[in-house]
């Protein structure tokens, strides 16, 4: 049951990317996730897809997503332009995903049922695009109080509703998961899962925010390691992708220690809990 690993942009946001790639290299993991969103790298230096993908062979990585689309479920012409660009970016560099993320802004004002008329003209706007390109769309839904898309259950139902299985899938973040107190897994159609462990006790889950996303570790009480485990017993052979955003860990000038602490307490816990099958995926 050990986990397929990847480590996310935001493990090392700071560092060049022949440096982020010696970070994933020598803590054993087999792919990265490339953001669109990081200050001077990558996409903000203008480096060429087909570059991107050369640098990342060289290193014996794959990319694992490109991340992200944000405000995918706000569809405008704007939208329309920057999702071709992510999309034709990921084929070319071989990516085969980009993660979308929903509007979070507590002024939105659009009803529940204006949201899901959004989400659903949305996810058909993108089909095509992702179809031409042979990438895939993963809806990656936001916990926290202001997003428009908060639980798995929406966001499978337009999924479903727009007959977008095969090319829309699902990203699952542990975090967003315990922070929304959402209950339901859908590992069958999840393509990609994010992990951050989550150590401070003194605000409710609701209130957590994305500094206080750190290595998984024997102190998480987001769940992580059940999360993992009930993927794993499903079926799900995808990245487990850590995804931390404490400043002081981003910041860290040699991140690689404690992200292979992480890695072996991951392993060690999946390897020890799930031998007595502790938890279950549930797929309402």
């Known amino acids: 049951m050990i986990p397929k690993l990847a480590i996310n942009r935001t493990v090392s946001p700071f560092r060049d990317l022949t440096s982020f790639l010696a970070v994933a290299r020598g803590a054993g993991v087999q792919g990265v996730e490339i953001r669109n969103d990081v200050e001077g790298q990558e996409f903000a230096n203008g480096l060429a897809p087909r570059e991107l993908a050369s640098r990342v062979a060289e290193a014996r ?11 995918f479920n706000d569809w405008n012409a704007e939208r329309a332009r920057e999702a071709r660009f992510l999309i034709e970016y990921a084929a070319t560099c071989g990516a085969p995903a980009i993660v979308l993320c929903p509007v979070v802004d507590e002024r939105d004002g659009r009803s529940p049922l204006q949201l899901e008329a959004d989400l659903r003209r949305s996810l058909l706007a993108l089909k095509p695009v992702l179809a031409d390109n042979g990438v895939i ?22 999924i479903e509703d727009v007959d977008g299985l095969g090319r829309l899938a699902l990203c699952h ?34 209130r957590l925010r994305e500094p206080d996303r750190g290595f ?11 999360q993992v485990i009930a993927f794993l017993g499903a ?13 002081v860990l981003q910041a860290h000038p040699d991140p690689g220690p404690a992200l292979a602490e992480s890695i072996r307490y991951l392993n060690s816990a999946v390897m020890n809990m799930g031998a007595g099958n502790p938890v279950t995926a549930a797929s309402p």
């Open 216 to 226: 998984v570790g024997p102190d998480d009480i987001a769940g992580n390691v059940e």
């Open 173 to 206: 973040d542990t975090f967003q998961h315990f922070r929304c107190g959402d209950q339901a897994l859908y590992p069958q159609h999840t393509r990609l899962v994010h992990v951050s462990g989550i150590s401070r006790r003194d605000l409710p889950p609701e």
């Open 235 to 247: 079926g799900y052979d995808g990245f487990i992708s850590f995804e931390p955003f404490d400043p």
């Open 137 to 158: 769309g993963l809806v990656e839904p936001l916990g926290m109080p202001a997003s428009t898309l908060k639980f798995k259950g929406p966001a499978v139902a337009a």
């Open 61 to 71: 990585l794959t990319i694992a997503s490109i991340n992200a689309l944000q405000r």
